[in-house]
């Protein structure tokens, strides 16, 4: 027996550099896996931020890609860390992989892997569903390949799954509050313009107070904000608010109503000023890639003067295709295909218009007072997403990395500085490329968004997330985002909101957590429990000394 034990260590001395060099792959994979499931949480997630800013036609898609890139990266890498540690520790006891550290270096590998499929598929056919409910699913699911019911915290899991509830149940009233209030007695009354006025310093002061005192208090160790007093993080909350609001009053008011002075100035055509100053929208003069395109530049039905007739669709619809004997078979058959892609476009439109139409009307120059605190509330929506969400790509990756660094498994696993900068590049990468697809149904579909609707939605999303942020709970962006939005529809009653869009929406969230649970399982069943033995590369002891394989 004595002689086998030789050999067998003789082998395994020999075969050491390669079992190392197994557990690399696991690391350079992780990072490419990592920056995939970024880019599809930028795709499909990032984009709620910005689709109440883009979809009332405050900002375009290119100038809410600059944003995201600025703030996406400022929320990644100042707060990101906190949020990262709860997503590793909170799901799986790491208890059972301590014994066999690759086992869970797989298991990450695998999870971020099913999470940024089925974001891809997601976000394809423009399902807005939670990228935390991916990463949390994928997670369960090797855990449970690997050691059972007992490899999972189902207590806290449950804390969390009630989160997921009451966060976009709490943004809801939040947004229904706050914009019923402001349209009740402000919008709706006699002179809701000089009223808007006098409100938006305040406005200005909370919306800076409240996101900066969540920013600072208890803030990134990166920074060395964690041990800053309470006293002296509200002093400088209050200070910035006040010198915001400040700013608000005697810079940008007078601005505002210099530019309404010299719009209402404009010579007058065909007898009517306001009928100059409406933009109109007919989908008719546009291709389907250029109306597709243009989502971020117009709104569509922003008054019953709009220049599509939605009851009569199908009669003002001009059927101009025609068969082309000239031509291949091929290339009638695109022709037609694209024809019919313009035909859906309109319909969509025209539901958008009927739906928009329905609405509560709001001062136009009160409206338009709101568009700079949207865009305001929009950087501290996407700071707010990029330090809670960006835990769901790199968590895996700052596990894989700790593993492949040290050795053994860390209680306390730091996150380097590189590994948030990639998960918040990746992000804004996803916003700029697929991020358009979830814009659309979030910033028109669900419920018309102005930009006085699109600022209530926004603080409401953001100040939901950078509390749980701050509690180091691992909410949803998009459960609050959606719930901010179905909070400031209800404001003016039922018939604001798509519900048939809302069930949809809900069906996917649904679907998320057990697909992506099954996928993860299932990719790592596949690799860990190979039918031959030298196939499984997870089966030593790694070390406490972090030397690697224990020999």
């Not at 920056?35 to 997630?45: E, P, R, S, V």
Request: glycine share 8%; hydrophobic share 45%.
């Amino acid at each position: 027996m004595l002689y086998y034990y030789y050999i067998f260590n003789f082998l395994l001395r020999i075969l050491h550099p390669i079992i190392i060099k197994m557990y690399q792959w696991i690391f350079i994979c992780g990072i490419l896996f990592a920056l995939y499931n970024a880019w599809g949480i930028g795709a499909n997630d990032c984009a709620n931020s910005f689709a109440t800013s883009v979809g009332s036609g405050v900002l375009t898609l290119k100038k809410a890609v600059i944003i995201a890139a600025i703030f996406e990266f400022s929320g990644a890498v100042l707060m990101g860390s906190h949020v990262t540690d709860t997503v590793r520790k909170t799901i799986v006891d790491v208890d059972i992989f301590h014994k066999n550290p690759g086992a869970l270096m797989f298991g990450m590998l695998c999870a971020d892997f099913s999470s940024a499929i089925w974001l891809t598929i997601a976000t394809y056919f423009k399902y807005p569903v939670s990228t935390t409910h991916s990463i949390i699913g994928a997670i369960i699911g090797f855990s449970l390949a690997y050691g059972g019911k007992d490899a999972v915290d189902w207590e806290k899991v449950g804390f969390i799954v009630v989160s997921w509830i009451a966060s976009p149940l709490l943004a809801a009233v939040f947004a229904f509050s706050v914009f019923f209030t402001i349209q009740k007695f402000v919008f709706g009354s006699a002179k809701p313009f000089e009223y808007t006025l006098v409100l938006f310093p305040i406005l200005t002061f909370f919306t800076f107070f409240i996101n900066v005192l969540f920013i600072i208090y208890k803030g990134s160790p990166n920074l060395d904000l964690e041990d800053m007093a309470l006293w002296k993080c509200m002093i400088i909350s209050i200070s910035v608010g006040i010198i915001t609001a400040l700013g608000a009053q005697f810079l940008y008011i007078p601005y505002i109503k210099k530019k309404l002075r010299r719009n209402q100035n404009l010579p007058i055509e065909n007898g009517n000023v306001e009928e100059d100053k409406k933009v109109t929208f007919d989908i008719r003069s546009k291709s389907y890639r250029e109306a597709t395109n243009s989502i971020q530049l117009e709104e569509i039905g922003e008054s019953n003067t709009d220049t599509v007739d939605t009851e009569d669709t199908e009669e003002t619809v001009e059927k101009n295709y025609m068969y082309d004997n000239n031509q291949s078979i091929e290339f009638n058959i695109n022709e037609s295909k694209k024809y019919t892609k313009e035909l859906e476009q309109e319909k969509l439109n025209n539901q958008v218009k009927l739906l928009h139409d329905k609405a509560v009307n709001i001062d136009k120059d009160s409206d338009e007072l709101c568009s700079w605190i949207q865009i305001i509330t929009a950087c501290f929506s996407s700071f707010a997403h990029g330090s809670n969400d960006v835990a769901n790509a790199i968590a895996p990756l700052a596990t894989i990395y700790s593993i492949h660094q040290k050795g053994f498994i860390k209680e306390e696993a730091d996150v380097p500085i590189w590994v948030l900068v990639l998960g918040g590049f990746g992000i804004v990468i996803g916003l700029a490329t697929w991020g358009y697809k979830i814009i659309d149904r979030m910033g028109k579909q669900l419920t018309k968004i102005t930009p006085s609707r699109g600022f209530v939605v926004e603080l409401a999303a953001a100040t939901t997330v950078i509390i749980a942020s701050r509690a180091e709970i691992p909410v949803s962006t998009t459960h609050c985002q959606v719930g901010s939005i179905l909070g400031c529809g209800l404001a003016g009653g039922l018939k604001n909101v798509k519900w048939s869009l809302v069930k949809g929406i809900l069906f996917s969230w649904l679907v998320t957590l057990p697909f992506t649970g099954l996928l993860s399982a299932g990719l790592f069943s596949f690799g860990y429990y190979a039918p031959y033995e030298n196939f499984k590369l997870f089966d030593g002891n790694i070390s406490d000394s972090g030397s690697g394989i224990e020999l």
